[in-house]
């Protein structure tokens, strides 16, 4: 195993902590919400949801609610988070009632305990929306080997970027002594670019609309893509505690059917009608931001229909995880981690 992976696993194991100060048991605030409107069997057990947003950017779930497919179930956003395992460890900790991250990490947090469950695919990679890692044009890096002794940029530890670096230069043939000596520094993803021009990093993680607009400004290459690694591929979920969803099932099976229906509305209307409608929404919700980013938006980067997860999707990095040492073989399988009971496109 790896340092890197020695450290990430060390920060994962710190939940724990989480779990005992905080209690997943813990009722929520929109637990105590009033009770929302609905009758009979499908009655809406909370009234709203709390989740972390991206400064920006927006959700399937925030266009969801603006396509009326959560009516009557509403959203309350508590701040901006720069990282799944941010997201996903204020999920377990009770501060926000759902939260998403890569496949991976959601391993890695389950193995340490988390009573947490996936229920829909969210973000991914294809042709059009993808994660690349770049150099400077005139950058002297060529190959994986010319990373020893490098700094590379991602937005956190133990996340979609770290996995896909580790398996690049593992597939380029660099021994786990050499990949020891490649380091990756946690920065914001709006100053990778930035880092990366100005000396302070050798490669950095771009993605979306900051890769376009870094694109647009010339003077970078990519060395590699996650897309060349993996293909297209969903490569994250968003997750609820499991008392959350004991208590309130028809709640998450509405969030789910939404957020289904706005992925599937996204990847079947034309690009330029979606750009619009996430630029309105950015100027209805006011929060000191702009929409500088919408006009790059491509594609949903979701590989099954209405974000339904897959097997392979955790199972890939199972495996990835247990051959590194980090998980005990057999320990997690897919059907521990996730679920397609509430999302209507996998009936």
Not at 236 to 263: C, H, Q, W, Y
Not at 303 to 328: A, T
């Amino acid at each position: 195993m790896n340092s890197l992976m020695k450290v990430t696993g060390l920060s994962v194991y710190t939940l724990l902590l989480i779990l005992v100060l905080f209690g997943c048991s813990a009722e929520s605030s929109s637990t105590a919400a009033e009770k929302d409107k609905g009758t009979g069997e499908n009655k809406l057990e909370v009234a709203t949801l709390r989740y972390s947003g991206s400064a920006g950017q927006v959700t399937f779930w925030e266009l969801a609610e603006d396509l009326g497919y959560l009516d009557p179930l509403k959203l309350e956003w508590t701040g901006n988070s720069t990282s799944g395992p941010e997201n996903i460890q204020a999920t377990v900790s009770n501060s926000i009632d759902f939260g998403g991250a890569f496949n991976g990490a959601i391993i890695k947090l389950k193995e340490a305990g988390a009573p947490i469950t996936s229920v829909i695919g969210y973000y991914g990679s294809d042709e059009q929306t993808f994660n690349g890692y770049y150099v400077l044009e005139d950058s002297p890096i060529k190959t994986a080997k010319d990373l020893i002794g490098k700094k590379i940029g991602v937005n956190t530890l133990g996340a979609h970027h770290e996995f896909a670096i580790i398996e690049y230069l593992r597939r380029e043939g660099l021994t786990e002594k050499e990949i020891d000596e490649v380091s990756l520094v946690v920065i914001p993803p709006a100053s990778g670019e930035q880092a990366l021009r100005s000396g302070q990093l050798d490669a950095t993680t771009l993605g979306g609309v900051l890769q376009d607009k870094a694109l647009e400004r010339g003077g970078i290459r990519p060395l590699f893509k996650d897309t060349d690694l993996f293909g297209s591929f969903t490569a994250g979920s968003l997750v609820f505690r499991d008392d959350f969803i004991k208590k309130n099932p028809n709640t998450v099976a509405k969030f789910v059917e939404g957020t289904a229906k706005a992925i599937e509305w996204a990847r079947n209307t034309p690009f330029e009608e979606v750009r619009e409608r996430m630029k309105t929404i950015i100027e209805k919700r006011n929060r000191n931001e702009d929409a500088e980013l919408i006009p790059y938006w491509k594609s949903v980067g979701i590989e099954s229909e209405g974000g339904q997860i897959l097997e392979k999707e955790f199972q890939v990095w199972i495996d990835w995880l247990e051959n590194d040492g980090f998980l005990k073989k057999g320990k997690l399988t897919p059907n521990d981690i996730f679920t397609n009971e509430y999302n209507p496109y996998s009936k």
